[in-house]
């Protein structure tokens, strides 16, 4: 029998139907048998010490309703779900080519009794007589047999379709998630180095070692410089930044290299507790933004 689950996926498969709602230890059994369109039941010995490590771990709780324990997850739990999110799509594959090899099984050992129904039914026959009725009787057991299995072949088949499907999905709206951060940084990007290029001093300073390196506000030229490049520069902040695949960890890149530009420049030319107070209120508006953005997309 080859594994259902590699080493650590069936935790993560527990916390993605915790996360679809509360449910107790029976309920993720059952759950899992249908997943798997009953070609594959784990046991209570396998499912109950993984709920209790997972409390044990913060990332789900549980309460007591009618005497049973009802498992939720909780924040962190969701939090390590989202960070695996890609694990999440290929264990959806796993799953799939797991019920594929279990239908194979299932389609061999039906083959293997059939092929041993024959013999035991030729060596019947060449023993005694076979009353016609006894015959015909065996022969509706074989055809059920084998429209059992047709029927599971067809289930699991359709059961490995839906699970690529929506792998393939999973993986689109990563990618569209991403571009869509992505995109949002740059033009927020954009939008502040037009403000702190207003304010002069050290913020145009500020903003021009965040977008690379633009004029400081109060030269002569600072005004038409910001004004011709900041489409040009916003495109190409951050562009050495390779994307992984995972939309939140790239944002936490972007938001890095942002905080780290910024403190730098802060750190070479100075900064005042007004130009701070300045900041503070530019920073709060393209917080505000972002927030409406990342609602606006979820």
């Given at each position: 029998m080859p594994p259902v689950f590699a080493h650590g996926r069936l935790r993560l498969y527990l916390l993605k139907l915790l996360d679809e709602a509360p449910r107790h230890g029976y309920e993720v059994i059952r759950l899992l048998e249908e997943r798997f369109q009953g070609l594959y039941a784990p046991s209570a010995g396998t499912v109950y010490p993984r709920l209790a490590k997972l409390e044990a771990e913060g990332l789900v709780t549980h309460a007591t309703e009618g005497g049973r324990k009802v498992y939720s997850i909780t924040d962190a739990g969701r939090a390590e779900l989202a960070d695996r999110g890609g694990e999440l799509a290929d264990l959806e594959v796993e799953i799939r080519d797991s019920v594929t090899e279990l239908a194979a099984e299932i389609r061999d050992d039906v083959r293997g009794a059939a092929g041993d129904l024959r013999r035991e039914m030729r060596a019947s026959a060449s023993a005694t007589r076979v009353e016609d009725e006894s015959w015909k009787a065996a022969k509706e057991d074989l055809r059920k047999a084998r429209q059992e299995w047709k029927e599971q072949a067809r289930r699991a088949k359709d059961e490995s379709r839906r699970a690529r499907e929506e792998a393939q999905q999973a993986r689109r709206q990563a990618k569209e998630a991403q571009e869509r951060a992505r995109e949002e940084v740059q033009r927020i990007a954009g939008q502040l180095q037009e403000?702190?290029?207003?304010?002069?001093?050290?913020?145009?300073?500020?903003?021009?070692?965040?977008?690379?390196?633009?004029?400081?506000?109060?030269?002569?030229?600072?005004?038409?410089?910001?004004?011709?490049?900041?489409?040009?520069?916003?495109?190409?902040?951050?562009?050495?930044?390779?994307?992984?695949?995972?939309?939140?960890?790239?944002?936490?890149?972007?938001?890095?290299?942002?905080?780290?530009?910024?403190?730098?420049?802060?750190?070479?030319?100075?900064?005042?507790?007004?130009?701070?107070?300045?900041?503070?209120?530019?920073?709060?508006?393209?917080?505000?933004?972002?927030g409406t953005t990342f609602g606006a997309g979820s």
């Open positions: 403000q702190f290029a207003r304010s002069g001093g050290v913020l145009g300073s500020l903003a021009g070692a965040w977008l690379g390196g633009a004029p400081a506000a109060g030269s002569a030229d600072a005004s038409a410089a910001g004004a011709d490049g900041d489409a040009g520069r916003a495109s190409q902040w951050a562009a050495d930044l390779a994307a992984t695949g995972d939309p939140a960890r790239d944002l936490d890149r972007l938001l890095d290299r942002f905080r780290d530009e910024v403190r730098d420049a802060a750190r070479d030319r100075g900064v005042t507790s007004a130009q701070v107070a300045e900041a503070r209120r530019h920073l709060e508006a393209a917080c505000g933004r972002l």
